[in-house]
């Protein structure tokens, strides 16, 4: 059974720094890419980073790009998303999935299993 869950969201101010990591099961976590999407409220989920298998390849979307860091330690099969210079906008449930691929696919809809989401509140 695959499990992903996400851990270290709560509610920070505007300009805070936040740590948020997803404990993979389930599957070979070293061999897949693995990625953050977040939800805002009334809108669609959108994706935020990935990381491929072995780590040396990530990817952010522009919104965040400077500001989050993803990475992952294959040893203890988690993921992180280090989240900096936090704004309004990044209010969101933010959740962890993977498209059991080794590199993160361009196509969105082949990520698969999901955590149930971590809140991520910013207040300014």
């Known amino acids: 059974q695959v499990q992903l869950v996400e851990s270290g969201g709560g509610l920070v101010q505007a300009g805070d720094s936040l740590r948020l990591s997803c404990a993979v099961s389930?599957?070979?976590?070293?061999?897949?890419?693995m990625a953050w999407f977040r939800q805002a409220t009334g809108q669609e989920r959108e994706f935020v980073a990935a990381i491929s298998w072995t780590g040396d390849t990530t990817l952010y979307a522009d919104s965040v790009k400077g500001r989050f860091t993803i990475s992952r330690d294959n040893m203890k099969k988690t993921f992180s998303l280090q989240m900096s210079g936090l704004k309004s906008e990044d209010a969101a449930l933010y959740y962890c999935?993977?498209?059991?691929?080794?590199?993160?696919?361009?196509?969105?809809?082949?990520?698969?299993?999901w955590g149930q989401g971590t809140q991520v509140t910013v207040s300014s």
């Open positions: 999935t993977t498209a059991e691929r080794a590199t993160p696919p361009a196509d969105h809809g082949l990520y698969k299993y």
């Open positions: 389930g599957l070979p976590f070293s061999m897949y890419a």
